[in-house]
């Protein structure tokens, strides 16, 4: 197998991937977006709330506002030693946020939450979690876990982690006089017509709508729109929970564990 780095940054991983087939790709496709852990808000205990809003639905709020995620220093509450339902250090980290509107109407956002761990804290610190009217006042204690986006969605740390077959496009050798119908309606813009020949750029854009091939007047079209076998551009956008390429590395670790779950089983039952 083969990996190509096309883009890398903390939120953002794309890659190609050569050698690869559908049901791995998928796989770890799945793995990410159910199975890798990362914090979330998961209890709040109001201390006041004056606001307009139900205290529920401030919980939402909290509960899906992305954290920062320190994977290496906690555990999940069901493989933590404390096994208490309260968590301990190592499964629990307690936020705080204290709001009032003293000069009027304000709007109280993420970055006003504080944690007693400063590595788990809001992704961004620009998310409104409530409006406050003069002399309204919302104070309240939250306690973060770890947990599985299978469980509830505030647990996902991709916002996107999908994959496309790649692309591969055989141009026509002939000249095509007059006709630019393929290029119009390409909407990734990959097809351009240059010397009245059709040419190619920016061939991983292209996600296989076959809108050239159909709106080519001639048929059979001399266009083909083709993919490579067991070849796949893969895309992970993490919510900013973790790096991206954590994600993935994490979803291989996760895969193979699996793996080994299952091969110790089927030498449990030939016993
Ligand atoms: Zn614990």
Redesign the pocket.
């Known amino acids: 197998m083969k990996i190509e780095i096309l883009e890398r940054n903390d939120t953002n991983l794309r890659i190609i991937v050569k050698d690869a087939d559908v049901p791995l790709m998928n796989a770890l496709r799945r793995i990410a977006l159910a199975e890798v852990p990362c914090m979330a808000i998961e209890e709040v205990v109001m201390i006041e709330n004056s606001s307009i809003l139900q205290d529920e639905i401030i919980a939402h709020r909290l509960g899906l506002t992305p954290l920062r995620t320190d994977l290496d220093a906690y555990s999940l509450p069901e493989d ?1 030693e ?1 096994q ?1 339902e309260f ?2 250090q ?2 629990r980290v307690t936020l705080t946020l204290d709001a009032e509107a003293k000069d009027g109407t304000r709007t109280v956002y993420s970055g006003e939450i504080v944690s007693e761990n400063p590595e788990v804290l809001p992704v961004s610190d620009k998310v409104p979690i409530i409006k406050l009217a003069k002399n309204q006042k919302l104070k309240l204690e939250a306690y973060a876990r770890l947990g599985k986006g299978k469980t509830h969605a505030k647990w996902q740390p991709v916002s996107m982690c999908t994959y496309k077959y790649y692309p591969k496009i055989i141009a026509p050798n002939q000249e095509c006089p007059d006709c630019t119908k393929c290029a119009d309606i390409c909407p990734k813009k990959v097809l351009f017509i240059k010397d009245e020949k059709v040419d190619v750029r920016d061939i991983l854009n292209c996600n296989l709508c076959m809108d050239c091939v159909e709106a080519c007047p001639q048929k059979p079209s001399p266009l083909k729109v083709e993919w490579v076998k067991n070849a796949f551009i893969m895309n992970i956008e993490s919510t900013g929970a973790l790096p991206a390429e954590r994600v993935l590395k994490e979803a291989t670790k996760l895969l193979g564990k699996q793996l080994k779950e299952f091969e110790k089983q089927i030498k449990a039952e030939q016993k």
């Open positions: 933590c404390c208490s968590g301990c190592k499964c």
